[in-house]
């Protein structure tokens, strides 16, 4: 659907990415740190089956054209569900529902299933970004006005476009995420050295024990990853999702990664763990992402528990590829209860909200400060316990 917005702009619709031509889109995401806002990333959740209006994710992607020439985009979808998010507004869902609001469908911006900084919209290099953005933001309100969509939510944005959006009037929520930040560490011994004493002999320990199984993990990225792997890594993943149940989260189809084979290997990092006994199918294996000095940790499995191979196969191998190879920033994911015992500090990160209900809004808006005091408390006392050495505290 193609509407005249000004003389100068036209705004579209879309319903799947590939109905903008992928160089067109890149020009636009490819200049950005962030690898999950790129044409193929986004491409493949949704031709893979993952990211679907059957999953509860129908995409309703943003653009904005000068003439012929694409000047923004936003990767949007509509939700029927809170669920593949990692920012949990439960809470204000039962709260619409006792208040007799539809919560759902909600207008959502992240990339699917992908809890790591930086969702933004896309606008080209010479633009006003703010002049684009309010043009953007009128173009979603109008959408969410005309088919009662009860809010829009971004979530993991950019820290640099985040007061863009306040400026709109966007509410942002405090997160936080635990992010390994390289310290001009040349070696992992340098790594280590942060530590106290302690947790520097446990992490030793730690890879000792993977080496005492008779294993070494092996990085693997672009080219020299085998074909057969892509496939194998959703065993891996389908086999821990499921070994957490109900909460196992597994919303990626085979297809997803067997697609990255053939149209995303450039990014991707594959740490495999072989033994003596077989050079050709690793015993686990985790996966990553990497673009210009970051990296992103997204799975892992193993089919044996084996001690320790979690640590090093998510944290360790990654940490010293990412030391050799001028990593500035690691994310390895969602959760924290392992990781800031190995030097992921809590770091900030926000979301940012517009309710179209009134009593949603004015609720938001009500507790929302406190909310975020509470949240930076919790930071601060995480950040307190790490097991660093004094020179580090």
Not at 19 to 27: F, G, K, P
Not at 44 to 67: F, V
Not at 170 to 187: D, G, P, R, V
Not at 289 to 311: A, P, T, V
Request: glycine residues 6%.
């Amino acid at each position: 659907m193609v509407e005249q917005l000004k003389p100068r702009y036209s705004v579209a619709w879309i319903n799947k990415i590939a109905e903008v031509t992928q160089s067109i889109w890149d020009a636009l995401a490819l200049p950005l740190t962030t690898p999950f806002l790129e044409w193929n990333w986004l491409n493949n959740l949704e031709t893979s089956g993952s990211a679907t209006a059957k999953t509860g994710w129908l995409p309703n992607h943003l653009t904005l054209w000068r003439d012929r020439t694409l000047i923004a985009a936003a990767p949007l979808y509509l939700k029927g569900h809170s669920y593949g998010e990692f920012v949990f507004d439960h809470q204000w869902a039962d709260l619409a529902q006792r208040i007799g609001v539809e919560y759902y469908p909600k207008m959502l911006g992240m990339s699917p299933f992908t809890p790591a900084e930086g969702y933004r919209f896309l606008i080209a290099p010479g633009e006003d970004e703010d002049e684009i953005t309010a043009i953007m933001v009128h173009e979603i309100d109008a959408f969410c006005s005309k088919h009662r969509i009860s809010g829009c939510h971004f979530l993991y944005v950019d820290p640099q476009w985040r007061p863009v959006l306040e400026r709109c009037g966007f509410t942002a929520w405090l997160h936080h995420s635990y992010i390994w930040q390289n310290l001009s560490f040349q070696t992992f011994d340098d790594y280590l050295a942060v530590f106290n004493a302690n947790q520097r002999r446990n992490i030793k320990r730690e890879r000792k024990a993977v080496e005492k199984a008779g294993l070494r993990l092996q990085p693997l990225c672009g080219e020299e990853i085998p074909k057969s792997l892509f496939g194998l890594m959703y065993e891996f993943y389908a086999d821990t999702c499921d070994k957490f149940g109900w909460w196992g989260s597994k919303y990626l189809t085979k297809r997803f990664f067997e697609q990255l084979h053939d149209n995303y290997r450039d990014r991707v990092l594959f740490f495999a763990a072989y033994n003596e006994h077989n050079q050709h199918q690793p015993m686990g294996m985790s996966f990553c992402l990497f673009k210009g000095n970051r990296m992103y940790g997204r799975y892992w499995g193993s089919f044996q528990e084996i001690d320790c191979l979690h640590f090093n196969a998510c944290y360790y191998a990654p940490i010293e590829w990412a030391i050799a190879n001028g990593i500035q920033i690691f994310d390895p994911g969602a959760g924290g209860r392992h990781k800031k015992r190995r030097g992921f500090p809590a770091m900030p990160n926000y979301s940012l909200h517009r309710f179209y209900n009134n009593r949603l809004r004015q609720i938001l808006c009500s507790y929302i400060a406190e909310v975020n005091e509470l949240e930076q408390e919790e930071i601060e006392a995480i950040n307190a316990e790490l097991p660093f050495s004094q020179k580090y505290n």
